[in-house]
RNA sequence: UGGGGUGUAGCCAAGUGGUAAGGCACGAGACUUUGACUCUCGCAUGCGUAGGUUCAAAUCCUGCCACCCCAGCCA
């Protein structure tokens, strides 16, 4: 399924276009490697590679590594891996450390233009001058040094002769402006850091405002999109251009977010929970990371439908993780191989079946389409099935097996429950029931049942170790995880979020590998897991199938 | 509180002066060797709110309300 979805970037793009205010699309996609991606990113990854894809531009991966506290090789490596998951790839592949010289060119330009000073504030004192959003801040004592003395005292800073924090770049704009971005911001500050790039051999580095816009401008991107938090710095991103002199002059376009309810976003929070034990690592099936998702068995296609279904406005969305579900169980619907598999098992006798005798019956791998390729399994007088498909007492809307009732066994007969046995515990152990001649799936048996049950044949059966997810996040609390900065860590997590059951047969007569995808049939969509337990195949389910049973 | 942004159904979201697209969810029915899938039908006299302009307003104007972002030498 290919979404088609217009939105109002493409608008600005093409009255741009139109105007010529530019002749060609370039993107970019700027993470900072400073955490694994999640579902959150994957909007923005979509838009810069999809929209330079559709207009015939290009999108570099540029990693915002300006800031080596927080990132880590770790995080550059595996933000390369998602993308490629996801199905994009870059033209170029950059890192901001690459564009220092330049960005450094243009900060001496500045400050011999008089547009940037060096400040000897204190980060407190800066803080302080900058007044608040009410009141305006007042001039640095250090905003009017002569041009030779900020030469000299930026190029201090630059061979590290400055303690971290006593000195920074700052650019001349306007204490008083009402947009406190423009507030003369810090452009350069002092840090005497490892970089995982570039090691030692910067004292000084640009802040993103900085960088940035220049480091667009540099690759020729035409469009600069981001995020809604970066609205009100738009006017200092085309301060910094305007006085680069530098020719290209990008267009930054923000869009809003997206978040899931009851999903925990963000790198912090992500990181927390790994931290603290409560998942197993950043790739656990519960959580929203790309690992986890992938991890869990979603395919990246529903991903990008899901976020080009859910468009893309100026408005935060909180979005019903079901839309999510509907994708996810859209494209694993066309491509799972149908197979049976019982999770919870319970015996089941066929009173007038020939003891030992086995009976082949033919079972489709891909009902959904119209060539599929069939198999063979077979029938005995004793069969597993789903413990949850027979109730002692019936009941008018349970279509399924109790004393007395008909119901089809997948691929097989029909069969009329006749009663069944209890141990001491009264825990039923072993259901009985008759089957009738002539009802074989596949003959023209005109007689129909409500119900239809999946079986295993014990005498041709793996068992399995079935891992089976539910929300990480507490229901209760799953309000205050709306969005990304209310998620603060308040919520409860869900005791039932993972269930392992290793007490499970699937049909062995399916070659299982990693890559596909199965639905066990009415059990939900599965895949294998790439841990094994005691030898045993582990299935992760991915979701279950829609239950429209009626209450 | 100064500035910026956003408010269309339970959740997303089209719409740009001509009488409220579409998807998810939900409800009813058909089909069915999966209570899945598929199909059919239903689902806003209403567009945050109060006024105004107009033959005509979700669209234009004015006031008000709600939510989000900004006071890192983070991005």
């Known amino acids: ?77 595996s933000i390369q891996d998602d993308v490629h998951w996801l199905g994009y790839n870059w033209h170029e592949i950059h890192y901001a450390t690459e564009y220092f010289q330049m960005n450094y060119e243009v900060a001496i330009k500045l400050i011999k233009e008089g547009k940037a000073y060096v400040c000897d504030l204190s980060p407190e004192q800066v803080s302080e001058y900058r007044g608040t959003l009410t009141e305006p801040g007042k001039n640095s004592p250090y905003r009017d040094r002569s041009v030779e003395e900020n030469l000299d005292l930026f190029e201090r800073m630059k061979n590290g002769e400055f303690e971290a924090g ?4 700052r650019a001349k ?7 406190m971005n423009m507030r003369d911001p810090v ?55 305007e006085n680069s002199g530098l020719k290209n002059h990008s267009r930054q376009v923000e869009y809003a977010n997206l978040y899931i309810k009851g999903a925990i976003l963000g790198k912090r929070f992500i990181k927390k929970l790994v931290q603290d034990g409560l998942v197993t690592g950043f790739d656990d099936p519960r959580l929203y990371s790309l690992r986890g998702l992938r991890r869990r068995g979603v395919l990246p296609n529903s991903l990008k439908n899901f976020v080009l279904a859910a468009g893309i406005s100026k408005s935060n969305a909180l ?33 007038n079946w020939e003891e030992g005798k086995e009976e082949e019956i033919e079972l489709e791998d891909y009902p959904q389409n119209e060539e599929t390729t069939k198999r063979t399994y077979y029938f005995g007088k004793t069969s597993l099935i789903e413990r949850e498909d027979f109730i002692e007492e019936p009941n008018p809307k349970f279509y399924r097996l109790y004393v007395g ?23 039923i152990t072993t259901i009985y029931a008759d089957y009738e001649e002539g009802t074989k799936s596949g003959t023209n048996c005109t007689k129909k ?41 308040d919520f409860k997590i869900n005791p039932n979020s993972k269930t392992i059951l290793d007490n499970c047969y699937v049909e062995d007569t399916v070659d299982y590998n990693f890559d596909d995808r199965y639905q066990f049939i009415r059990n ?10 005691n030898n045993k195949l582990v299935f992760n389910r991915t979701i279950t199938l829609k239950d429209t049973k009626k209450k």
Not at 173 to 179: G, L, Q
Not at 458 to 465: C, F, L, S, T
Request: glycine residues 6%.
């Open 1 to 77: 399924m290919e979404i088609e979805a217009t939105n109002f970037i493409e608008d600005i793009i093409n009255k741009d276009l139109k105007e010529g205010r530019c002749d060609h699309v370039q993107t970019r996609h700027p993470p900072e490697p400073s955490g694994y991606l999640h579902i959150g990113h994957v909007r923005n990854i979509v838009l810069n590679y999809g929209l330079a894809e559709k207009y015939g531009g290009i999108c570099n991966l540029r990693y915002d590594d300006t800031n080596p506290q927080k990132e880590s090789q770790e995080f550059v490596d």
């Open 524 to 533: 939900g969509y599965f895949c294998l897991d790439k841990d094994t337990t």
């Open 319 to 351: 979005i019903d993780p079901e839309f999510l579900n509907h994708f996810i169980r859209d494209e694993l619907n066309q491509v799972s191989k149908r197979v049976m598999a019982v999770l919870n098992p319970i015996k089941l006798v066929i009173n």
């Open 166 to 169: 006593s000195r920074c770049l």
């Open 187 to 241: 452009i350069y500050r002092i840090q005497y850091l490892n970089h995982q790039r570039i090691g030692r051999s910067w004292n000084i580095y640009p802040t993103y405002d900085f960088s940035h816009p220049l480091d667009d401008c540099y690759e020729g991107v035409t469009h600069s999109i981001c995020g809604p938090e970066f609205e009100d710095h738009r006017p200092l991103y085309n301060w910094v251009v």
């Open 405 to 427: 009732a008909e119901v089809r066994l997948k691929g097989a007969y029909i069969v009329k429950c006749t009663s069944f046995d209890k141990d001491e515990n009264g825990n």
């Open 173 to 179: 704009i306007d204490m008083a402006s009402p947009n």
């Open 449 to 489: 049942v409500k119900g239809t049950i999946h079986w295993i044949n014990p005498n041709h059966a793996k068992q399995v170790e079935v891992r089976l997810f539910e929300n990480l996040v507490d229901e209760e609390s799953q309000d205050e995880v709306e969005g990304q900065e209310r998620a603060t860590g």
